[in-house]
């Protein structure tokens, strides 16, 4: 039998998962780059996915908690767009994905593991970026540290 190892998932395994809003308590902190914060508008910010999907695997959310588009003002929901807008160029920029997957999962049925906080996912892809891996449960090829990744980012959204 083959083994394949996925160490990163005890992180997130063991992590107090009822510690609060990610996305309102992220902020706060003093280091953007421990936070994994590469990015901050007026209204909104980008957050890197500490669990990504896939390299480059970007969050981008409004300041106010609200768990849908229709709980934001015009002026939160411009910003929201703008940065994401940023967050797309930043990835083109550093990565030069072939296409994107851009979303948000509103409600829990849809896949939010934070239904309260309206969040958007931003992820690079490229073709043949998906294999075997996929269909073998908790287990992600990411060719990159979060750390290299956010350093490699990061000039991106200093521009």
């Given at each position: 039998?083959?083994?394949?190892?996925?160490?990163?998932?005890?992180?997130?395994?063991?992590?107090?998962?009822?510690?609060?809003?990610?996305?309102?308590?992220?902020?706060?902190?003093?280091?953007?780059?421990?936070?994994?914060?590469?990015?901050?508008?007026?209204?909104?910010?980008?957050?890197?996915?500490?669990?990504?999907?896939?390299?480059?695997?970007?969050?981008?959310?409004?300041?106010?908690?609200?768990?849908?588009?229709?709980?934001?003002?015009?002026?939160?929901?411009?910003?929201?767009?703008?940065?994401?807008?940023?967050?797309?160029?930043?990835?083109?920029?550093?990565?030069?994905?072939?296409?994107?997957?851009?979303?948000?999962?509103?409600?829990?049925?849809?896949?939010?593991g934070f239904e309260a906080h309206l969040h958007?996912?931003?992820?690079?892809?490229?073709?043949?970026?998906?294999?075997?891996?996929?269909?073998?449960?908790?287990?992600?090829?990411?060719?990159?540290?979060?750390?290299?990744?956010?350093?490699?980012?990061?000039?991106?959204?200093?521009?």
């Amino acid at each position: 039998m083959d083994t394949l190892w996925a160490p990163w998932r005890m992180t997130y395994i063991k992590s107090d998962k009822d510690k609060g809003c990610i996305f309102c308590e992220k902020p706060k902190d003093r280091s953007d780059e421990a936070s994994l914060i590469l990015f901050r508008a007026p209204h909104s910010f980008v957050m890197m996915n500490a669990f990504p999907y896939i390299n480059g695997h970007l969050l981008v959310a409004p300041y106010q908690h609200a768990a849908s588009l229709e709980g934001l003002g015009d002026e939160i929901q411009l910003d929201l767009m703008k940065t994401t807008q940023r967050a797309l160029g930043a990835l083109r920029a550093a990565f030069k994905p072939e296409g994107f997957n851009v979303g948000a999962n509103l409600g829990k049925v849809a896949g939010a593991g934070f239904e309260a906080h309206l969040h958007l996912h931003v992820v690079p892809r490229w073709g043949g970026d998906t294999n075997f891996m996929a269909v073998i449960p908790q287990v992600r090829v990411i060719p990159q540290s979060l750390e290299d990744t956010y350093r490699e980012l990061l000039p991106h959204f200093r521009r």
